[in-house]
């Protein structure tokens, strides 16, 4: 499948719009380019007591609108300008409006651990209902049955097409993919069967996370290991990369066990707390993510971190979706 398509023919383009809370980020302009589409003008005008308006400076009648909301540190602010501005295109008449989010907040809080907590990402989705939006166009949600709690189509996209790029570039020989918890072991075993490549799991001990981070446990990590790894490059792949703790000690075992480079590949880097210190002591020589969050920042307190650019990923979801086209297609970029 080529994506060359992503540039909607003249027809298209005059029933949608693309609209973004972050217009300036990097990966809106990428998808803004890839469809050859601009993005629409949209004002948000804080007040002198924090309360925020709202302003589509174009009109939006009638129009199929892909809305694009990057999560940034201050989400929990940014949730409630998301529904005004699809309250404020629907009180405007708009046809539809497919909010794109390039990485689901709250992913991981899907289910009640404990009576005193609530499935968050079902609150997400309430708060995204509750204002009518049509569509929902996101990429490797943390439990695809998030989707169940929508009343509505979501489609998950995945990033395993610009993941598979990068390793090609690498030119690696004798390489294996790690998980880095045995959760993750449908997701690896299904990219590097699709890669062509060996996988390993490996189990590392929960317990007291952040003693283990000491120097004297890091010669003897606490894990067990499914696989081979010795004398072999090992890629760890994971989903999100957030505190790391996990990811660093299976970096630390893996050299333990053998390992010559070890890489790091998770497609959401929220890179909380301490985890980019983390990770520049740890024996990881690459760290990539995708720019489904702006790392700009974190590229400059971590030097060995990388991005992979996926906004042709989601332009072409974009094209489908308006176009009434399956996304299957997608996976096999």
């Known amino acids: 499948v080529s994506t060359q398509s992503t540039g909607l023919a003249a027809g298209m383009r005059g029933s949608m719009m693309l609209f973004a809370l ?24 804080k007040l002198a007591n924090t309360e925020t308006l709202v302003e589509i400076r174009e009109s939006v009648r009638g129009k199929d609108v892909y809305l694009i909301f990057s999560c940034t540190k201050d989400f929990n602010n940014s949730i409630l300008d998301l529904l005004m501005v699809v309250e404020a295109m629907k009180n405007a008449s708009v046809g539809t409006v497919t909010i794109v989010l390039p990485s689901f907040p709250y992913a991981r809080y899907d289910c009640v651990t404990r009576i005193d907590r609530c499935p968050i990402a079902r609150l997400i989705a309430d708060m995204l209902q509750s204002v009518d939006c049509d569509r929902v166009l996101t990429m490797d949600l943390h439990t695809p049955q998030v989707q169940g709690y929508f009343d509505l189509p979501v489609d998950n996209i995945t990033a395993e097409p610009a993941f598979r790029d990068w390793i090609k570039e690498l030119h690696l020989k004798n390489a294996v993919l790690v998980t880095p918890n045995p ?58 990369a957030d505190e790391c703790i996990s990811i660093v000690k299976t970096a630390e075992f893996l050299k333990h066990e053998g390992a010559k480079r070890i890489f790091c590949m998770a497609t959401h880097g929220l890179f909380s707390k301490e985890s980019l210190e983390m990770c520049a002591a740890s024996p990881i020589d690459v760290f990539v993510v995708t720019d489904t969050i702006d790392q700009t920042e974190n590229m400059e307190i971590y030097p060995n971190l990388r991005t992979v650019d996926v906004s042709h990923l989601f332009a072409e979801g974009i094209r489908r979706v308006h176009n009434n086209e399956p996304l299957l297609a997608l996976f096999n970029l």
Request: hydrophobic residues 30%.
């Open 22 to 45: 972050t217009p300036e980020s990097t990966l809106t302009q990428n998808i803004s380019e890839n469809l050859n589409l601009p993005v629409g003008g949209m004002t948000r005008r």
């Open 183 to 240: 959760e993750g072991t449908k997701r690896v075993a299904n990219f590097s069967e699709s890669m062509g490549m060996q996988f390993a799991i490996v189990h590392v001990s929960d317990e007291d996370d952040r003693a283990s981070s000491s120097t004297d446990s890091r010669n003897r990590p606490a894990a067990s290991l499914v696989g081979n790894v010795k004398d072999r490059d090992c890629i760890i792949y994971d989903d999100i």
